[in-house]
């Protein structure tokens, strides 16, 4: 019979250990036996048990104080006092010293083994919710996503809550804001972080062939296979899966994904039985699935299952704190790729640029600006001429998107331009109400809109805001 836990038995009657040994050894616990006080705190110093009872009157050492000594040794303890002499007074006594309940002598078999199940049952509750406080005090990796704006701290917040829980998540997002950084956060601040995290993106698998990869194949399944192969869930199995442009997945294969997130098995190509696999779920899309159900192209009730706890990160035009230190932390990477010593401190004219920038392509655009100043500065520092043309120039950055635009289809020029347009008056807007407010002192402005001096310093002279007198 399976062991359902481990119980330490103390008693200086031998009749009565032997007695509640076999009884509870025979309803599938594993026994071990104790005469004294002393004894017992010595074997449970040894080996932690899942509970233990304990006569009150014993020789030496009472069982209350070995109560209260056990519970020194483990907090959590879970101890059951056994007594002849079950007064009011030493029930009391002994559940202020920690015990989880008391027995009377002579006891019904079934009332010992139902107070065990009890018992048992509260220690294992206590055992997940520590493990859950240590998997959720655990700090989301932060040194590849980088981030210290509301928006990104709300998102890491987020990461913190739904890591421990098996639950699927869907982040959503334009491209180049870091879906795959952040699902693997999630992995890494999970209890899974020790196995598999599994990278998969829809779109680089003809559709034909998308099954066998996600699910494996045996030998002689279609043409080319020529010998058995694992799917990509099977080698995630423990782990996480990340499924990237979940958004494009075709209707069939919608529907077998759908069967492994309700029953945790999958079938393989050309196999008749189904495997079953234990993997967390992580999907990313940057295209809009609400819409894409309601126009058919995408199941609703996968959708649902997709985005049990939903995630979105935000682009960067939305976060422009966040353009500083991304642009540092792209210039360590990359100095210390070209074997270059560029100066982290941006000049007030450079930071303004980068700052104001739309960034269509995102955190992954910013990155490519920087690993191009790193290369081609002629200093030790990046200058305005270190930075692309539609970055230096604004009616540059126009004409590049809307070359974009007519080739693929990919930006909302009027959007995009509008809202750029939209956020410089905006911005101007509150920098001049800050400066009225505060008469023109500038650190005070900056404290008020909630910036660093040297920012607000580079949006007046960006935005040619005259000074207050």
């Known amino acids: 019979m399976a062991k359902k836990g481990s119980i330490l038995v103390c008693d200086d009657e031998e009749i009565m ?10 309803a599938g616990y594993r026994v071990e036996l104790a005469r004294t006080g002393e004894q017992a705190l010595e074997k449970y110093s040894e080996s932690a048990f899942d509970l233990v009872l304990m006569d009150v009157s014993m020789p030496g050492m009472g069982g209350l104080t070995a109560l209260e000594e056990l519970m020194k040794i483990d907090a959590e303890a879970v101890v059951l006092m056994i007594t002849a002499f079950a007064t009011f007074d030493t029930a009391i006594s002994a559940w202020e010293k920690g015990a989880h309940g008391v027995i009377r002598k002579p006891f019904k078999n079934e009332q010992i083994v139902s107070m065990v199940a009890r018992g048992i049952k509260k220690r294992r509750k206590e055992e997940e919710r520590q493990t859950l406080r240590q998997v959720m005090s655990r700090s989301v990796k932060r040194d590849a996503i980088v981030g210290r704006s509301q928006k990104m701290e709300d998102v890491f917040r987020m990461v913190e809550r739904v890591a421990p829980a098996r639950s699927t998540v869907l982040v959503t997002g334009e491209s180049g804001t870091g879906k795959e950084l952040l699902a693997k956060a999630i992995h890494e601040a ?5 196995n598999p995290f599994v990278v998969v993106n829809c779109t680089n698998f003809p559709s034909d062939l998308l099954e066998s990869e996600l699910f494996g194949h045996t030998k002689g399944a279609f043409t080319g296979a020529v010998a058995a192969k694992k799917g990509l869930f099977q080698v995630a199995d423990t782990g996480t899966i990340f499924l990237d442009e979940i958004g494009d997945l075709r209707p069939e294969m919608q529907v077998k994904l759908l069967r492994v997130i ?8 050309g196999e008749t039985e189904p495997s079953s696999v234990d993997v967390r779920i992580i999907a990313a899309t940057n295209v809009d699935l609400k819409e894409a159900v309601r126009s058919g192209a995408f199941r609703e009730d996968l959708y649902y299952r997709l985005s049990v706890v939903p995630i979105e990160l935000p682009s960067l ?3 422009p704190e966040d353009v500083l230190p991304l642009a540092q932390h792209f210039i360590r990477k990359y100095n210390e790729e070209n074997a270059r010593e560029i100066s982290e401190n941006l000049s007030p ?17 910013l990155e490519n600006i920087i690993e191009r100043a790193v290369v081609i500065a002629a200093s030790d520092e990046i200058t305005v001429d270190c930075l692309r043309p539609e970055v230096r120039d604004p009616e ?6 809307q070359k974009a635009e007519g080739a693929s289809g990919d930006f909302d020029i009027a959007r995009g331009i509008n809202f750029y347009d939209e956020v410089k ?3 101007i807007d509150l920098i001049r109400r800050a400066l009225d407010q505060t008469g023109g002192h500038q650190s005070r402005a900056a404290r008020l809109l909630g910036l660093n001096a040297t920012t607000l310093n580079s949006k007046i002279k960006s935005y040619n805001i005259p000074a207050r007198t």
């Open 17 to 26: 250990r032997d007695v509640i040994g076999t009884l509870l050894s025979g």
């Open 190 to 194: 999970s209890p899974r972080t020790d």
């Open 262 to 269: 309700q029953e945790r098995e999958f079938t393989p190509v």
């Open 317 to 319: 035009r939305e976060r």
């Open 349 to 365: 004219e450079v930071l303004s640029l980068l700052e104001n920038y739309y960034y269509p392509g995102n955190v992954r655009e």
């Open 396 to 401: 540059i950055a126009r004409a590049t998107l």
């Open 425 to 427: 008056r905006f911005e």
